[in-house]
């Protein structure tokens, strides 16, 4: 059985900065070589992507919004994904989940369909 945990969510004041971590274990299951991603999900909304990277990690694509201040990154000694969010800003504020996939591609899939393994969230707000 696949267990995804991620953690560091918290309150910021806008401008300010988090950083994401995302662990997932059972199975032999490893980050190294699987396509992974970020999502978010706010109130009365439906969960959408917002930073996914291919199994080499040679690619990634993020939401429009959040290019220019939130990388996407994976450690593989630590076999954790990572979302560094930099100059937040109150519409940041939702529920991120990070989404890990069966498959090893060369390409980054933002569909929420194509992750099958999924934690609980981490809330994150910003304050204006």
């Known amino acids: 059985q696949v267990h995804v945990a991620e953690s560091g969510g918290g309150l910021v004041q806008a401008g300010g900065s988090l950083r994401l971590a995302c662990t997932v274990s059972?199975?032999?299951?490893?980050?190294?070589?699987?396509?992974m991603g970020w999502f978010r999900q706010a109130p009365g909304e439906d969960r959408v992507f917002v930073a996914v990277?291919?199994?080499?990690?040679?690619?990634?694509h993020l939401k429009d919004s959040v290019k220019g201040r939130f990388t996407i990154s994976r450690a593989n000694a630590k076999n954790t994904l990572y979302l560094q969010m930099n100059n937040m800003k109150p519409e940041d504020t939702a529920v991120y989940y990070c989404?890990?996939?069966?498959?090893?591609?060369?390409?980054?899939?933002?569909?929420?369909?194509?992750?099958?393994?999924w934690g609980q969230g981490t809330q994150v707000t910003v304050s204006s």
């Open positions: 059972g199975s032999g299951w490893s980050v190294t070589g699987r396509n």
């Open positions: 989404g890990a996939s069966d498959f090893s591609t060369d390409y980054a899939y933002t569909q929420k369909n194509f992750y099958k393994y």
């Open positions: 990277i291919s199994a080499d990690g040679g690619l990634t």
